[in-house]
């Protein structure tokens, strides 16, 4: 028996017939999209790189896991100072400390009514603790109010969080009062 016998049959070969018939429409629908959704992926994630890579994804999550622990955490010089390496939780400091504290302390926290926070002299103390013990509770009597029960205390982690970063940035501003850090 020839291909000709018998319409679409290609080959016949011991009595098996091997079909010449055209893709399903559905097959070659999947097809299609399949290989535009791969270039539009690679297109979006490797040429332009507008996608997020996964080891920014990755950063991102370990940046929330991080600010999650601390968050859980009883505060400590420790987990205030890892706190100050997350640059999420001292962007959102940094914009408290613009309408809370900037009244108080300047713009850059250079000093006004209050003291000077860029500078490496403390009335209260520059240790991570310090600092945080004197945003909770204030130093009523002397103008600085309590921050704690207006802010909450993880507000008032990423503040302080923040205010270390100020540290030592020396900004020209209120001179300096107290001692200095050791
Ligand atoms: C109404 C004005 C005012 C506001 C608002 C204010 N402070 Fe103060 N702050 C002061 C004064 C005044 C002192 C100095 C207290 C003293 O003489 O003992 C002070 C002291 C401090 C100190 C201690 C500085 C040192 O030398 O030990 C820190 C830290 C501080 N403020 C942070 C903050 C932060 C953070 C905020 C915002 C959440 C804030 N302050 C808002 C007035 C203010």
Same mark, same amino acid.
């Given at each position: 028996?020839?291909?000709? =016998?018998?319409?679409?049959?290609?080959?016949?070969? =011991?009595?098996?017939?091997?079909?010449?018939?055209?893709?399903?429409?559905?097959?070659?629908?999947?097809?299609?999209?399949?290989?535009?959704?791969?270039? %539009?992926?690679?297109?979006?994630?490797?040429?332009?790189?507008?996608?997020?890579?996964?080891?920014?994804?990755?950063?991102? $999550?370990?940046?929330?896991?991080?600010?999650?622990?601390?968050?859980?955490?009883?505060?400590?010089?420790?987990?205030?100072?890892?706190? @100050?390496? =997350?640059?999420?939780?001292?962007?959102? %400091?940094?914009?408290?400390?613009?309408?809370?504290?900037?009244?108080?302390?300047?713009?850059? %926290?250079?000093?006004?009514?209050?003291?000077?926070? /860029? =500078?490496?002299?403390?009335?209260?103390?520059?240790?991570?603790?310090?600092?945080?013990?004197?945003?909770? $509770?204030?130093?009523?009597?002397?103008? @600085?109010?309590?921050?704690?029960?207006?802010?909450?205390?993880?507000?008032?982690?990423?503040?302080?969080?923040?205010?270390?970063?100020?540290?030592? /940035?020396?900004?020209?501003?209120?001179?300096?009062?107290? $001692?200095?850090?050791?």
């Amino acid at each position: 028996m020839s291909a000709s =016998d018998k319409s679409g049959v290609l080959h016949v070969y =011991d009595g098996i017939e091997e079909m010449d018939n055209h893709l399903p429409r559905w097959w070659l629908f999947i097809l299609w999209a399949t290989l535009i959704f791969g270039f %539009g992926y690679w297109y979006y994630y490797h040429v332009t790189g507008m996608g997020p890579g996964s080891l920014e994804v990755y950063k991102a $999550e370990a940046a929330e896991a991080a600010r999650l622990a601390a968050s859980n955490k009883p505060v400590s010089d420790d987990t205030l100072l890892a706190l @100050m390496q =997350d640059s999420q939780s001292v962007e959102l %400091g940094k914009a408290q400390f613009q309408q809370q504290c900037a009244s108080c302390h300047g713009q850059k %926290g250079e000093g006004l009514i209050g003291p000077n926070l /860029t =500078d490496n002299f403390w009335l209260h103390g520059g240790k991570p603790m310090a600092i945080h013990k004197t945003v909770s $509770e204030g130093v009523v009597a002397k103008g @600085m109010p309590a921050w704690e029960r207006t802010l909450g205390a993880e507000r008032v982690r990423s503040i302080v969080a923040y205010v270390l970063t100020l540290k030592n /940035t020396n900004v020209a501003g209120k001179a300096p009062q107290g $001692e200095p850090e050791q």
